[in-house]
Protein backbone atom coordinates (compact mmCIF):
# COMPACT_ATOMS: atom_id res chain seq x y z
CA UNK A 1 0.00 0.00 0.00
CA UNK A 2 1.39 3.60 -0.95
CA UNK A 3 1.95 6.45 1.33
CA UNK A 4 -1.18 8.20 0.27
CA UNK A 5 -3.27 5.14 -0.17
CA UNK A 6 -2.86 4.50 3.55
CA UNK A 7 -5.86 5.72 5.97
CA UNK A 8 -4.89 8.92 7.80
CA UNK A 9 -4.50 8.54 11.72
CA UNK A 10 -7.38 9.07 13.56
CA UNK A 11 -6.01 12.32 15.70
CA UNK A 12 -9.55 12.92 17.64
CA UNK A 13 -9.86 9.41 18.66
CA UNK A 14 -9.59 8.49 22.82
CA UNK A 15 -5.77 7.30 22.00
CA UNK A 16 -3.39 8.68 24.55
CA UNK A 17 -1.74 12.21 23.60
CA UNK A 18 1.88 14.01 24.16
CA UNK A 19 2.87 17.23 22.73
CA UNK A 20 6.70 15.12 21.85
CA UNK A 21 7.12 11.48 21.48
CA UNK A 22 11.13 11.00 21.44
CA UNK A 23 12.22 7.46 20.46
CA UNK A 24 15.40 6.24 21.81
CA UNK A 25 17.24 6.71 25.11
CA UNK A 26 20.78 7.32 24.16
CA UNK A 27 22.81 10.65 24.99
CA UNK A 28 20.95 12.13 21.77
CA UNK A 29 17.74 11.14 23.26
CA UNK A 30 18.42 12.13 26.78
CA UNK A 31 19.83 15.08 26.03
CA UNK A 32 16.28 15.87 23.84
CA UNK A 33 14.49 15.00 26.58
CA UNK A 34 16.29 17.12 29.48
CA UNK A 35 16.30 20.37 27.36
CA UNK A 36 12.67 19.63 26.71
CA UNK A 37 12.18 19.14 30.39
CA UNK A 38 14.10 22.58 31.34
CA UNK A 39 11.50 24.20 28.96
CA UNK A 40 8.50 22.63 30.72
CA UNK A 41 7.76 20.61 27.89
CA UNK A 42 5.97 17.37 28.35
CA UNK A 43 7.43 14.23 26.38
CA UNK A 44 7.14 10.21 26.17
CA UNK A 45 10.46 8.71 25.74
CA UNK A 46 10.55 4.88 24.30
CA UNK A 47 13.78 2.63 24.64
CA UNK A 48 13.47 -1.06 23.36
CA UNK A 49 16.16 -2.36 25.93
CA UNK A 50 15.37 -2.72 29.24
CA UNK A 51 18.24 -0.94 30.74
CA UNK A 52 21.38 0.82 29.61
CA UNK A 53 23.97 -1.23 27.38
CA UNK A 54 26.64 -2.40 29.78
CA UNK A 55 29.48 -1.20 27.61
CA UNK A 56 31.49 2.17 27.37
CA UNK A 57 31.52 2.90 23.49
CA UNK A 58 32.16 6.98 23.78
CA UNK A 59 35.07 7.46 26.41
CA UNK A 60 35.38 11.07 26.45
CA UNK A 61 33.42 14.48 25.42
CA UNK A 62 34.35 17.17 24.20
CA UNK A 63 34.50 20.97 25.46
CA UNK A 64 31.61 21.62 23.76
CA UNK A 65 29.65 18.75 24.94
CA UNK A 66 30.80 19.72 28.31
CA UNK A 67 29.13 23.48 28.08
CA UNK A 68 26.30 22.14 26.52
CA UNK A 69 25.80 19.70 29.90
CA UNK A 70 26.38 22.70 32.09
CA UNK A 71 23.65 25.00 30.32
CA UNK A 72 21.37 21.97 31.27
CA UNK A 73 22.27 22.19 34.87
CA UNK A 74 24.70 19.09 35.15
CA UNK A 75 28.11 20.78 37.17
CA UNK A 76 30.94 19.25 38.12
CA UNK A 77 30.11 16.77 40.47
CA UNK A 78 28.05 14.89 38.17
CA UNK A 79 29.76 15.34 35.03
CA UNK A 80 33.68 16.57 36.42
CA UNK A 81 36.28 17.33 33.91
CA UNK A 82 39.69 15.96 33.30
CA UNK A 83 42.23 17.37 35.49
CA UNK A 84 44.02 20.78 33.93
CA UNK A 85 46.24 20.37 31.61
CA UNK A 86 44.82 16.85 30.62
CA UNK A 87 45.88 16.19 26.95
CA UNK A 88 44.71 12.60 25.10
CA UNK A 89 47.71 10.84 24.12
CA UNK A 90 48.18 7.98 21.58
CA UNK A 91 50.96 5.68 21.27
CA UNK A 92 51.93 2.81 18.33
CA UNK A 93 53.08 -0.13 20.50
CA UNK A 94 54.11 -3.79 20.23
CA UNK A 95 51.89 -4.25 23.43
CA UNK A 96 50.67 -2.46 26.13
CA UNK A 97 53.72 -4.39 28.56
CA UNK A 98 55.69 -4.74 25.55
CA UNK A 99 58.12 -2.36 22.92
CA UNK A 100 56.59 1.44 22.73
CA UNK A 101 57.24 2.39 19.33
CA UNK A 102 56.13 6.14 19.23
CA UNK A 103 53.52 8.81 20.75
CA UNK A 104 51.10 9.47 17.46
CA UNK A 105 50.33 13.10 16.60
CA UNK A 106 46.58 13.52 18.12
CA UNK A 107 45.88 15.65 14.94
CA UNK A 108 48.19 15.45 12.18
CA UNK A 109 48.19 16.60 9.03
CA UNK A 110 45.35 19.03 10.52
CA UNK A 111 45.79 22.88 9.63
CA UNK A 112 48.09 24.47 11.87
CA UNK A 113 47.37 27.02 13.98
CA UNK A 114 48.28 30.53 13.81
CA UNK A 115 50.73 31.83 16.15
CA UNK A 116 49.31 34.70 18.98
CA UNK A 117 50.88 36.92 20.83
CA UNK A 118 49.67 38.91 24.04
CA UNK A 119 46.51 38.04 25.80
CA UNK A 120 45.26 35.74 21.88
CA UNK A 121 48.34 33.65 22.80
CA UNK A 122 46.52 32.66 26.73
CA UNK A 123 42.97 32.64 25.49
CA UNK A 124 40.73 29.43 25.77
CA UNK A 125 38.32 28.68 23.75
CA UNK A 126 36.23 27.21 26.50
CA UNK A 127 36.34 27.44 30.40
CA UNK A 128 36.26 23.29 30.28
CA UNK A 129 38.56 20.79 29.38
CA UNK A 130 36.02 18.00 28.68
CA UNK A 131 35.25 14.91 30.33
CA UNK A 132 36.70 11.74 30.02
CA UNK A 133 33.30 9.89 31.30
CA UNK A 134 32.42 6.64 29.69
CA UNK A 135 28.89 6.29 28.11
CA UNK A 136 27.86 4.03 29.96
CA UNK A 137 28.12 5.93 32.87
CA UNK A 138 26.80 9.18 31.42
CA UNK A 139 23.68 7.63 29.95
CA UNK A 140 22.74 6.72 33.65
CA UNK A 141 23.27 10.01 35.04
CA UNK A 142 21.38 11.60 31.94
CA UNK A 143 18.35 8.78 32.82
CA UNK A 144 18.43 9.93 36.62
CA UNK A 145 17.85 14.05 35.76
CA UNK A 146 15.42 12.97 33.04
CA UNK A 147 13.15 11.00 35.85
CA UNK A 148 13.52 14.14 38.00
CA UNK A 149 12.33 17.10 35.77
CA UNK A 150 8.73 14.99 36.32
CA UNK A 151 7.44 16.40 32.69
CA UNK A 152 8.97 13.59 30.80
CA UNK A 153 7.48 9.91 30.77
CA UNK A 154 10.32 7.46 30.27
CA UNK A 155 9.18 3.72 28.95
CA UNK A 156 11.78 1.14 28.51
CA UNK A 157 11.15 -1.94 26.87
CA UNK A 158 8.96 -0.43 24.48
CA UNK A 159 9.93 -0.64 20.81
CA UNK A 160 9.09 1.07 17.86
CA UNK A 161 6.84 0.15 15.64
CA UNK A 162 5.34 2.24 12.96
CA UNK A 163 3.84 5.77 12.58
CA UNK A 164 1.34 7.79 10.50
CA UNK A 165 1.22 11.33 10.44
CA UNK A 166 -0.35 14.13 8.45
CA UNK A 167 -0.99 17.79 8.89
CA UNK A 168 -2.07 17.69 12.60
CA UNK A 169 0.25 15.07 14.32
CA UNK A 170 1.70 11.89 14.15
CA UNK A 171 0.02 8.11 15.53
CA UNK A 172 3.12 5.99 16.57
CA UNK A 173 2.74 2.88 17.08
CA UNK A 174 5.07 0.68 20.01
CA UNK A 175 5.06 -2.85 21.48
CA UNK A 176 5.23 -2.81 24.90
CA UNK A 177 6.51 -5.30 27.02
CA UNK A 178 3.80 -8.00 27.07
CA UNK A 179 4.13 -7.88 22.93
CA UNK A 180 0.80 -5.91 22.53
CA UNK A 181 0.76 -2.56 20.12
CA UNK A 182 -0.65 0.35 21.12
CA UNK A 183 -0.99 3.69 19.65
CA UNK A 184 0.23 7.00 21.09
CA UNK A 185 -0.71 10.34 18.97
CA UNK A 186 2.23 13.14 19.18
CA UNK A 187 2.57 16.57 17.76
CA UNK A 188 5.86 16.47 17.02
CA UNK A 189 8.54 12.64 16.77
CA UNK A 190 12.08 12.88 17.53
CA UNK A 191 14.10 9.92 16.27
CA UNK A 192 16.77 9.44 18.54
CA UNK A 193 17.14 5.15 17.89
CA UNK A 194 20.97 5.02 16.51
CA UNK A 195 22.59 4.53 13.17
CA UNK A 196 20.05 1.64 12.16
CA UNK A 197 17.32 3.75 13.07
CA UNK A 198 14.10 2.07 12.15
CA UNK A 199 11.98 5.67 12.17
CA UNK A 200 14.67 6.74 9.81
CA UNK A 201 14.26 3.44 7.80
CA UNK A 202 9.85 3.66 7.82
CA UNK A 203 10.06 7.13 6.19
CA UNK A 204 12.40 5.90 3.30
CA UNK A 205 14.75 8.07 4.18
CA UNK A 206 18.77 6.99 2.56
CA UNK A 207 21.94 7.53 3.57
CA UNK A 208 24.97 9.32 1.71
CA UNK A 209 29.36 9.05 2.92
CA UNK A 210 31.94 6.48 2.91
CA UNK A 211 29.56 3.53 4.22
CA UNK A 212 30.96 0.78 6.32
CA UNK A 213 34.23 1.88 6.55
CA UNK A 214 35.14 -1.72 8.82
CA UNK A 215 33.28 -4.54 11.09
CA UNK A 216 34.65 -4.04 14.70
CA UNK A 217 34.85 -6.76 17.36
CA UNK A 218 34.67 -5.45 20.86
CA UNK A 219 36.37 -7.23 24.25
CA UNK A 220 35.89 -5.41 26.98
CA UNK A 221 37.88 -6.62 30.24
CA UNK A 222 39.60 -5.62 33.68
CA UNK A 223 43.33 -6.27 34.14
CA UNK A 224 44.71 -4.68 37.12
CA UNK A 225 48.13 -5.82 37.27
CA UNK A 226 48.12 -3.51 34.29
CA UNK A 227 47.53 -0.29 36.21
CA UNK A 228 51.58 1.10 36.31
CA UNK A 229 51.80 0.56 32.67
CA UNK A 230 48.68 3.21 32.22
CA UNK A 231 50.82 5.95 34.93
CA UNK A 232 52.14 7.94 31.61
CA UNK A 233 49.08 9.73 30.72
CA UNK A 234 48.26 7.38 27.57
CA UNK A 235 44.87 5.89 27.41
CA UNK A 236 45.12 4.54 23.64
CA UNK A 237 47.58 2.15 22.03
CA UNK A 238 47.49 1.11 18.36
CA UNK A 239 48.84 -2.69 18.75
CA UNK A 240 50.99 -3.18 15.64
CA UNK A 241 52.24 -6.60 15.60
CA UNK A 242 52.97 -8.67 12.03
CA UNK A 243 49.84 -11.06 13.03
CA UNK A 244 47.53 -8.81 15.09
CA UNK A 245 46.92 -5.20 14.32
CA UNK A 246 44.29 -3.85 16.92
CA UNK A 247 43.13 -0.59 19.17
CA UNK A 248 43.28 -0.55 22.74
CA UNK A 249 41.39 1.68 25.19
CA UNK A 250 42.17 2.45 28.35
CA UNK A 251 39.01 3.86 30.94
CA UNK A 252 39.42 5.54 33.79
CA UNK A 253 37.43 3.79 35.78
CA UNK A 254 40.10 0.49 35.25
CA UNK A 255 38.21 -1.02 32.44
CA UNK A 256 39.70 -1.81 29.15
CA UNK A 257 38.73 -2.67 25.60
CA UNK A 258 40.41 -4.09 22.82
CA UNK A 259 39.25 -3.57 19.01
CA UNK A 260 39.68 -6.37 16.68
CA UNK A 261 38.88 -6.11 12.83
CA UNK A 262 35.10 -8.70 13.19
CA UNK A 263 36.98 -10.14 9.84
CA UNK A 264 36.74 -13.65 11.34
CA UNK A 265 34.54 -15.73 13.85
CA UNK A 266 36.57 -15.64 17.69
CA UNK A 267 35.22 -17.88 20.30
CA UNK A 268 36.11 -16.93 23.72
CA UNK A 269 39.17 -19.38 23.98
CA UNK A 270 40.91 -16.98 21.26
CA UNK A 271 39.18 -13.85 22.33
CA UNK A 272 41.46 -14.68 25.64
CA UNK A 273 44.32 -15.25 23.77
CA UNK A 274 43.67 -12.39 21.62
CA UNK A 275 43.60 -10.18 24.60
CA UNK A 276 46.59 -11.51 26.44
CA UNK A 277 48.97 -11.10 23.23
CA UNK A 278 47.57 -7.43 22.94
CA UNK A 279 48.60 -6.61 26.13
CA UNK A 280 51.82 -8.73 26.06
CA UNK A 281 51.77 -10.94 28.92
CA UNK A 282 49.71 -14.50 29.17
CA UNK A 283 50.32 -14.75 33.09
CA UNK A 284 47.85 -11.21 33.20
CA UNK A 285 44.97 -11.93 35.29
CA UNK A 286 42.04 -11.01 32.99
CA UNK A 287 38.59 -10.63 33.80
CA UNK A 288 36.18 -10.60 30.09
CA UNK A 289 33.21 -8.48 30.95
CA UNK A 290 31.88 -8.92 28.35
CA UNK A 291 32.20 -8.62 24.03
CA UNK A 292 30.21 -6.21 21.28
CA UNK A 293 30.40 -6.44 17.68
CA UNK A 294 29.79 -2.98 15.39
CA UNK A 295 30.01 -1.21 12.06
CA UNK A 296 32.39 1.53 12.26
CA UNK A 297 30.95 3.45 9.18
CA UNK A 298 30.27 6.86 7.85
CA UNK A 299 26.90 7.76 6.61
CA UNK A 300 24.85 10.91 6.85
CA UNK A 301 20.66 11.16 6.22
CA UNK A 302 19.92 12.32 3.31
CA UNK A 303 17.50 14.41 4.93
CA UNK A 304 17.11 15.20 9.09
CA UNK A 305 13.33 15.46 8.72
CA UNK A 306 10.00 14.72 7.22
CA UNK A 307 6.74 16.11 7.66
CA UNK A 308 6.66 16.40 12.02
CA UNK A 309 9.45 13.80 12.65
CA UNK A 310 12.97 14.83 13.05
CA UNK A 311 16.28 12.33 13.26
CA UNK A 312 19.30 13.35 15.95
CA UNK A 313 22.34 11.64 16.70
CA UNK A 314 23.35 8.74 15.35
CA UNK A 315 19.74 8.30 13.37
CA UNK A 316 20.78 11.40 11.22
CA UNK A 317 24.50 10.61 11.07
CA UNK A 318 27.08 7.81 11.76
CA UNK A 319 30.09 8.77 12.04
CA UNK A 320 33.10 6.55 13.33
CA UNK A 321 35.16 7.04 16.79
CA UNK A 322 38.27 9.37 15.86
CA UNK A 323 40.20 11.73 17.66
CA UNK A 324 38.25 15.16 17.26
CA UNK A 325 34.97 12.99 19.11
CA UNK A 326 32.58 14.06 16.21
CA UNK A 327 30.26 10.99 16.76
CA UNK A 328 28.37 11.44 20.26
CA UNK A 329 29.30 14.31 20.96
CA UNK A 330 27.26 15.51 17.66
CA UNK A 331 23.97 14.13 18.63
CA UNK A 332 24.45 16.19 22.18
CA UNK A 333 24.71 19.30 19.50
CA UNK A 334 21.99 17.87 17.71
CA UNK A 335 19.42 17.51 20.52
CA UNK A 336 20.80 21.04 22.39
CA UNK A 337 19.71 22.60 18.80
CA UNK A 338 16.44 21.85 17.75
CA UNK A 339 15.07 21.42 21.82
CA UNK A 340 14.53 25.20 21.93
CA UNK A 341 12.97 26.04 18.48
CA UNK A 342 10.64 22.36 19.33
CA UNK A 343 9.36 24.15 22.80
CA UNK A 344 9.05 27.59 21.18
CA UNK A 345 6.64 25.87 18.55
CA UNK A 346 4.80 23.30 20.73
CA UNK A 347 3.87 26.66 23.12
CA UNK A 348 2.52 28.26 19.95
CA UNK A 349 5.37 31.39 20.09
CA UNK A 350 6.72 30.53 17.15
CA UNK A 351 5.82 29.34 13.77
CA UNK A 352 6.84 25.44 12.42
CA UNK A 353 8.88 27.34 10.28
CA UNK A 354 11.64 27.71 12.77
CA UNK A 355 11.70 23.72 12.81
CA UNK A 356 13.02 24.38 9.21
CA UNK A 357 16.39 25.79 10.68
CA UNK A 358 17.04 22.31 12.39
CA UNK A 359 18.18 20.85 8.61
CA UNK A 360 19.49 23.74 7.83
CA UNK A 361 22.32 24.11 10.41
CA UNK A 362 23.07 20.82 11.80
CA UNK A 363 23.29 18.84 8.20
CA UNK A 364 26.06 20.90 7.34
CA UNK A 365 27.69 20.18 10.71
CA UNK A 366 27.40 16.20 10.42
CA UNK A 367 28.88 16.94 6.60
CA UNK A 368 32.01 19.12 7.54
CA UNK A 369 32.62 16.50 10.56
CA UNK A 370 31.86 13.34 8.36
CA UNK A 371 34.72 14.94 5.48
CA UNK A 372 37.41 16.27 8.37
CA UNK A 373 37.31 12.49 9.98
CA UNK A 374 38.63 11.55 7.07
CA UNK A 375 41.13 14.58 5.74
CA UNK A 376 42.76 13.04 9.04
CA UNK A 377 45.40 10.12 9.40
CA UNK A 378 43.12 7.29 11.22
CA UNK A 379 41.37 7.51 8.12
CA UNK A 380 43.00 9.53 5.32
CA UNK A 381 43.94 7.08 3.33
CA UNK A 382 39.90 5.89 2.81
CA UNK A 383 40.37 9.65 0.90
CA UNK A 384 41.48 8.03 -2.47
CA UNK A 385 39.39 5.37 -4.66
CA UNK A 386 36.24 6.14 -3.67
CA UNK A 387 34.27 7.56 -6.73
CA UNK A 388 30.45 7.21 -7.44
CA UNK A 389 27.67 8.97 -5.78
CA UNK A 390 28.77 8.39 -2.21
CA UNK A 391 31.97 10.05 -2.63
CA UNK A 392 33.09 13.47 -1.09
CA UNK A 393 35.23 15.88 -2.06
CA UNK A 394 38.94 15.52 -0.23
CA UNK A 395 39.20 17.90 2.43
CA UNK A 396 42.55 19.71 4.03
CA UNK A 397 41.98 19.09 7.38
CA UNK A 398 41.27 21.85 9.62
CA UNK A 399 42.23 23.42 13.40
CA UNK A 400 40.39 20.98 15.91
CA UNK A 401 39.19 23.99 17.25
CA UNK A 402 37.27 25.83 14.26
CA UNK A 403 35.67 21.85 14.00
CA UNK A 404 34.58 22.07 17.55
CA UNK A 405 33.88 25.41 18.14
CA UNK A 406 33.63 27.29 14.96
CA UNK A 407 31.39 25.92 12.42
CA UNK A 408 29.10 28.36 10.75
CA UNK A 409 24.99 27.92 11.13
CA UNK A 410 23.17 29.59 7.56
CA UNK A 411 19.69 29.61 7.89
CA UNK A 412 16.54 31.75 7.82
CA UNK A 413 17.23 31.63 11.83
CA UNK A 414 19.91 34.29 11.11
CA UNK A 415 19.03 37.36 9.80
CA UNK A 416 20.77 39.19 7.21
CA UNK A 417 23.86 37.07 7.41
CA UNK A 418 26.66 37.95 5.45
CA UNK A 419 27.31 35.42 2.01
CA UNK A 420 31.24 34.36 1.12
CA UNK A 421 31.73 33.16 4.79
CA UNK A 422 33.53 29.98 5.11
CA UNK A 423 32.04 26.60 6.63
CA UNK A 424 34.59 26.92 9.93
CA UNK A 425 37.18 29.61 12.08
CA UNK A 426 38.40 29.47 15.20
CA UNK A 427 35.93 31.69 17.34
CA UNK A 428 38.11 34.51 18.00
CA UNK A 429 38.80 34.82 14.34
CA UNK A 430 34.84 34.87 13.97
CA UNK A 431 34.79 37.79 16.58
CA UNK A 432 31.02 37.29 17.35
CA UNK A 433 30.00 36.59 13.47
CA UNK A 434 26.22 35.87 13.46
CA UNK A 435 25.80 31.99 12.87
CA UNK A 436 28.31 31.23 15.14
CA UNK A 437 28.41 29.97 18.88
CA UNK A 438 29.27 32.88 21.41
CA UNK A 439 32.53 33.40 22.14
CA UNK A 440 33.82 32.20 25.74
CA UNK A 441 34.82 35.52 27.75
CA UNK A 442 35.64 36.42 31.19
CA UNK A 443 33.33 39.20 32.28
CA UNK A 444 31.50 40.36 35.63
CA UNK A 445 27.98 40.11 35.87
CA UNK A 446 26.17 42.29 39.16
CA UNK A 447 29.53 41.67 40.49
CA UNK A 448 30.47 37.56 39.78
CA UNK A 449 33.01 36.72 37.37
CA UNK A 450 31.62 34.13 35.90
CA UNK A 451 32.43 32.95 31.73
CA UNK A 452 30.05 34.87 28.96
CA UNK A 453 28.78 30.93 28.24
CA UNK A 454 26.97 30.60 31.90
CA UNK A 455 24.23 32.82 30.80
CA UNK A 456 23.15 31.09 27.64
CA UNK A 457 20.46 28.40 28.74
CA UNK A 458 17.14 28.43 28.23
CA UNK A 459 16.56 32.39 27.38
CA UNK A 460 17.11 34.56 24.10
CA UNK A 461 20.14 37.16 25.54
CA UNK A 462 21.17 40.24 24.82
CA UNK A 463 24.61 41.50 25.83
CA UNK A 464 26.43 44.91 25.90
CA UNK A 465 28.40 47.17 27.58
CA UNK A 466 26.11 50.26 27.36
CA UNK A 467 23.44 50.29 29.86
CA UNK A 468 21.16 52.04 27.37
CA UNK A 469 20.22 48.64 26.11
CA UNK A 470 18.65 47.54 28.96
CA UNK A 471 15.56 49.94 28.38
CA UNK A 472 15.63 49.20 24.58
CA UNK A 473 15.16 45.29 25.83
CA UNK A 474 12.51 46.46 28.38
CA UNK A 475 10.44 48.15 25.29
CA UNK A 476 11.22 45.20 23.33
CA UNK A 477 9.60 42.81 25.67
CA UNK A 478 6.70 44.09 25.70
CA UNK A 479 6.15 43.92 21.40
CA UNK A 480 6.90 39.85 21.52
CA UNK A 481 5.00 37.79 23.32
CA UNK A 482 5.89 34.26 25.69
CA UNK A 483 9.61 35.17 24.38
CA UNK A 484 11.69 35.42 27.46
CA UNK A 485 14.29 37.80 26.85
CA UNK A 486 17.10 39.10 29.04
CA UNK A 487 19.31 41.96 29.06
CA UNK A 488 23.34 41.20 30.65
CA UNK A 489 24.76 44.51 31.02
CA UNK A 490 28.89 43.17 30.23
CA UNK A 491 31.70 44.29 32.64
CA UNK A 492 35.45 43.77 32.47
CA UNK A 493 38.72 43.89 35.06
CA UNK A 494 40.88 45.63 33.39
CA UNK A 495 42.96 42.47 33.40
CA UNK A 496 40.55 40.57 31.84
CA UNK A 497 41.94 39.88 28.47
CA UNK A 498 40.60 39.27 25.82
CA UNK A 499 38.00 42.08 25.75
CA UNK A 500 34.63 41.54 25.28
CA UNK A 501 34.35 43.62 22.46
CA UNK A 502 36.80 42.83 20.42
CA UNK A 503 35.71 38.75 20.76
CA UNK A 504 32.36 39.93 19.96
CA UNK A 505 32.84 42.75 17.41
CA UNK A 506 31.48 45.21 19.06
CA UNK A 507 31.92 48.77 20.05
CA UNK A 508 30.82 49.71 23.48
CA UNK A 509 27.63 51.15 21.96
CA UNK A 510 26.86 47.97 19.85
CA UNK A 511 24.95 44.68 21.35
CA UNK A 512 24.45 40.93 20.58
CA UNK A 513 21.59 39.01 20.37
CA UNK A 514 22.29 35.04 21.39
CA UNK A 515 19.92 32.44 21.22
CA UNK A 516 19.01 29.88 23.81
CA UNK A 517 21.64 27.34 22.50
CA UNK A 518 24.14 29.55 22.78
CA UNK A 519 24.59 30.89 18.97
CA UNK A 520 24.37 34.07 17.91
CA UNK A 521 21.34 34.96 15.97
CA UNK A 522 22.19 38.99 15.39
CA UNK A 523 24.35 42.09 16.12
CA UNK A 524 24.58 46.07 15.63
CA UNK A 525 28.18 46.86 16.48
CA UNK A 526 26.79 50.16 17.15
CA UNK A 527 23.75 51.61 18.62
CA UNK A 528 21.93 52.02 15.31
CA UNK A 529 19.14 54.18 14.55
CA UNK A 530 15.54 52.62 15.64
CA UNK A 531 17.01 50.40 17.61
CA UNK A 532 13.78 49.39 19.48
CA UNK A 533 12.38 48.72 15.91
CA UNK A 534 15.85 46.69 14.71
CA UNK A 535 16.36 44.59 17.59
CA UNK A 536 12.49 43.28 17.50
CA UNK A 537 12.58 42.29 14.13
CA UNK A 538 15.68 40.34 14.19
CA UNK A 539 13.68 38.37 17.26
CA UNK A 540 10.53 38.31 14.91
CA UNK A 541 12.97 36.43 11.93
CA UNK A 542 15.47 34.52 14.31
CA UNK A 543 12.88 33.15 16.29
CA UNK A 544 10.27 32.36 13.59
CA UNK A 545 7.42 34.70 15.97
CA UNK A 546 3.88 34.57 15.22
CA UNK A 547 2.64 37.46 17.16
CA UNK A 548 3.88 40.16 19.27
CA UNK A 549 2.03 42.60 20.00
Known sequence: MSNSERPKPNMNSSAERTPVVIIGAGLAGLTMAIALGRHHIPAVLFERREA?????????????????????????????????????????????????????????????????????????????SGARVPQDILEPILLRRVEELGTIDVRRHHEFVSLEQDDDGVAVSIKGPSGATSTLHA??????????????????????????????????????????????????????????????????????????????????????SLVQKAVGSSDAKLEILGTSQWDLSALIADR????????VGDAAHSLPPNRGGYGANTGVADAHNLAWKLASVVRGVSDPVLLET????????????????????????????????????????????????????????????????????????????????APHVWIRVQGDRISSLSLFQEAWVVLSEDPQWAGIVAQVRGKVNGLELKFVGVEQDADMDPRFGKLFGLAASGCTLVRPDGYIAWRTRELCEEPVAALTQALVSAASLKDRQ
Not at 238 to 246: C, R
Not at 304 to 311: A, D, K, N, Q, T
Not at 388 to 400: F, K, P, R, S, Y
Open 52 to 128: TLQHPRADGFTPRTVEILRALGFEEDLVPEHEPGFQLRRARVESLTGKWFEELAWNEGAKPTPASTGADAEYSASPY
Open 187 to 272: DYVIAADGHRSRVRESLGIGRKGHGVVNSVKSVLFRAPELAPYLQKGFTQFTIDQPDLKAFLIAYQDGRLVLHLPNNREYDAELLQ
Open 304 to 311: FCSGRVYL
Open 358 to 437: YEEERAPVAWLRHDQIFARSDFKTLQQGRGGDNAQLVQEALDDEAVEFGQLYRSRGIPNQETGLPDARRPREWAGQPGTR
